[in-house]
């Protein structure tokens, strides 16, 4: 018998240790009766209402419901393009509740956003409100003091982990290596879903994680990133999507994992974590929280921008794509956003924080070249000064002659500190008036912010790939995380779906799509400010070299683009340019013949300082192209 080789042994091994430390059914359904004996069971409100406070949101929610028709649906939409204002509405349905509250997200760190949505959710459950918690184990909570004492806060609020590594609520680094090497494809399948849902009636989904980054809360670096709030009957299929995510067999309650069961009996000391939650910024939060008892200040955020439009689709991938299998009649997020380019006859606008197709949707978007007259594709995506995966950024850089030349993407790339930059906020004591000065130091501009997908969870194994650049400049600075859609100016999507090899295959997804012209252009015109001069470079073919070396730059950079390693010619096709304006001129596309007479061109990596990470950028556009998948 011919020996096993060493590494197919220990991945062998491995693969039973995982299994070993996977808690049976039985087993999880001690634990959870263990929990629930030291669980609190007392309630604050004894009302029919749960003492919820009044929301005209949800009032609005359930006009729509009650106004709708199969034939003729009706919704209230809202885009919640500030983070801030993205937070308020979080933490005022949550207090609007009377009944369920479900939330569901890749992301829930504990900073200062994580801990204000928290201690909501708890004092939703102590109202009398079942609140269920459903999070991507890799990606969130990481003090398993905390995972056990939510495990037993409240016998109405329950927390569940989907595909938690063997069987723990926290993952060092040594067991991150032995998942990837025991399991590469099941550890790197992760719930990308975002979704909190109130009384089954009124709903927010979309790019936003529970990081203090998402909301405008960090200090160094934050995203510029899109919710929609959504009520009517659509909200039912986006229960029932999380119902599924809920009892599948990946989903396991957090006092069912192995390291949080050791602390289960510490009932006491539980209560003690819960009651110390720190917020680092006290004052900010203190005025989030009287935002939210300010009626007027609540009508102008969350009421006056209300659309009222009639047909919205939400699609979601569920466990099972990660099984390998679709429900029969069921649309996964990938198949759903390829239809829609499809059906585009004007025009495209697209804003994705990675631009690194997959080879499904570089082939639908080719079909729209073949056409006689294709639609116009504009896209919204980050610089490298900007992202803070710059990995992906690196893989983005490979493929800009095949985006340009035969896809016919116009491309701008996101500027660090664009005029329009939702600038993070901070409460000056000194006269009550919010504001944040620079403080971003170059000794911190190292510190990093990368994830799985470049979305915002540092994590072992990705720390010294992850983070955004350091720049030529002092300052905050801002990266786009949003993943939004525009076709032919009536029809908007927004969701958690990147556009990318990872999403198509390794993530679930969900996205909104809502048919409505007005709410449409609404997000068409921000996603052009987006591109707009002040907030961005523009992507396009580099000024013309000598005509005698032109045909040979441009075959060698084509023929080195398609290798999967030692992609090292150094002359790529495009750059990046920047308008100047002058006699006659206007932002206009990269095609346009008059387009070199108003625009300069600034360098490939405009703003970024040249050490180290920048040279792996340009090593990882030579070695990395068999990453994008994963990364």
Same mark, same amino acid.
């Given at each position: 018998m011919t020996p096993r080789p060493p590494s197919a042994l220990l991945c062998a091994l491995l693969c039973l240790l995982l299994a070993a430390c996977t808690p049976s059914r039985e087993r999880v359904r001690i634990d959870v009766e263990r929990a629930a004996a030291h669980q609190d069971r007392s309630l604050d409100c004894a009302r029919a209402d749960r003492c919820a406070e009044g929301s005209p *949101?949800?009032?609005?929610?359930?006009?729509?419901?009650?106004?709708?028709?199969?034939?003729?649906?009706?919704?209230?939409?809202?885009?919640?393009?500030?983070?801030?204002?993205?937070?308020?509405?979080?933490?005022?349905? &949550?207090?609007?509740?009377?009944?369920?509250?479900? +939330?569901?997200?890749?992301?829930?760190?504990?900073?200062? !956003?994580?801990? *204000?949505?928290?201690?909501?959710?708890?004092? !939703?459950?102590?109202?009398? #409100?079942?609140?269920?918690?459903?999070?991507?184990?890799?990606?969130?909570?990481?003090?398993?003091?905390?995972?056990?004492?939510?495990?037993?806060?409240?016998?109405?609020?329950?927390?569940?982990?989907?595909?938690?590594?063997?069987?723990?609520?926290?993952?060092?680094?040594?067991?991150?290596?032995?998942? &990837?090497?025991?399991?590469?494809?099941?550890?790197?399948?992760?719930?990308?879903?975002?979704?909190?849902? #109130?009384?089954?009636?009124?709903?927010?989904?979309?790019?936003?994680?529970?990081?203090?980054?998402?909301?405008?809360?960090?200090?160094?670096?934050?995203?510029?990133?899109?919710?929609?709030?959504?009520?009517?009957? #659509?909200? !039912?299929?986006?229960?029932?999507?999380?119902?599924?995510?809920?009892?599948?067999?990946?989903?396991?309650?957090?006092?069912?994992?192995?390291?949080?069961?050791?602390?289960?009996?510490?009932?006491?000391?539980?209560?003690?974590?819960?009651?110390?939650?720190?917020?680092?910024?006290?004052?900010?939060?203190?005025? +989030?929280?009287?935002? *939210?008892?300010?009626?007027a200040r609540l009508q102008a955020v969350l009421i006056e921008p209300l659309h009222r439009v009639g047909r919205v689709d939400f699609y979601s991938d569920g466990p099972e794509k990660q099984l390998g299998r679709i429900e029969p009649g069921r649309r996964d997020s990938s198949e759903s956003l390829r239809r829609a380019v499809q059906r585009a006859r004007e025009e495209i606008v697209l804003q994705t924080p990675y631009l690194v197709l997959s080879r499904e949707a570089r082939a639908t978007f080719r079909r729209l070249q073949q056409r006689e007259s294709p639609p116009r594709v504009r896209i919204s995506t980050n610089s490298l000064a900007s992202t803070d995966a710059f990995p992906v950024y690196a893989l983005s850089h490979k493929y800009k002659r095949t985006y340009l030349r035969e896809l016919r993407f116009e491309i701008h790339e996101y500027k660090p500190r664009p005029e329009n930059a939702p600038i993070a906020l901070k409460l000056d004591p000194e006269n009550d008036v919010i504001s944040l000065p620079p403080r971003f130091l170059r000794s911190e501009s190292t510190r990093v912010f990368g994830s799985a997908a470049g979305s915002g969870a540092d994590t072992p194994g990705r720390r010294a790939l992850r983070g955004p650049l350091p720049l030529q400049t002092l300052g905050m600075r801002i990266g786009l995380h949003s993943k939004s859609m525009v076709i032919d100016g009536s029809i908007a999507i927004i969701g958690s779906h990147n556009f990318d090899p990872r999403s198509d295959r390794l993530n679930t997804e969900s996205l909104v799509v809502i048919h409505d012209v007005a709410f449409a252009q609404e997000l068409r015109d921000t996603l052009l400010e987006d591109m707009a001069p002040a907030n961005a470079w523009v992507i396009a073919p580099r000024p013309r070299p000598p005509r005698l070396v032109r045909g040979l730059n441009y075959s060698l950079g084509k023929a080195f683009e398609y290798l999967p390693i030692f992609d090292v010619w150094p002359w790529r096709y495009a750059t990046s340019w920047e308008y100047t304006g002058g006699p006659g001129c206007a932002p206009m596309s990269p095609f346009d013949p008059r387009f070199a007479d108003c625009h300069t061109p600034v360098g490939d990596f405009p703003q970024v300082e040249i050490p180290f990470k920048a040279m792996n950028t340009r090593i990882l556009t030579a070695f990395g192209a068999g990453l994008a998948p994963i990364l």
């Open positions: *949101l949800r009032v609005a929610a359930a006009e729509a419901v009650r106004d709708s028709r199969p034939e003729a649906p009706r919704h209230v939409v809202l885009n919640l393009e500030s983070g801030h204002d993205a937070l308020l509405a979080r933490l005022h349905l &949550i207090r609007a509740a009377r009944h369920s509250i479900e +939330l569901q997200s890749f992301i829930f760190a504990e900073d200062d !956003a994580g801990h *204000l949505v928290l201690d909501e959710l708890l004092r !939703a459950a102590r109202r009398g #409100v079942r609140v269920r918690v459903l999070l991507d184990q890799l990606f969130s909570i990481e003090n398993v003091d905390l995972m056990a004492a939510l495990a037993q806060a409240h016998v109405n609020f329950e927390l569940r982990l989907y595909n938690p590594t063997f069987g723990k609520g926290a993952t060092n680094k040594f067991e991150f290596v032995g998942g &990837i090497l025991c399991c590469f494809t099941r550890f790197n399948q992760r719930m990308h879903n975002k979704l909190l849902l #109130v009384d089954g009636m009124v709903a927010i989904t979309g790019g936003r994680n529970y990081q203090d980054r998402y909301f405008d809360f960090d200090p160094g670096f934050n995203y510029r990133d899109r919710d929609v709030l959504v009520g009517g009957p #659509v909200v !039912a299929a986006m229960l029932r999507s999380f119902e599924q995510f809920w009892q599948a067999q990946r989903s396991l309650p957090a006092a069912g994992l192995r390291d949080v069961r050791a602390l289960l009996d510490e009932a006491a000391r539980g209560r003690e974590v819960l009651a110390e939650l720190p917020l680092r910024q006290p004052a900010r939060s203190e005025a +989030l929280r009287r935002e *939210l008892n300010d009626p």
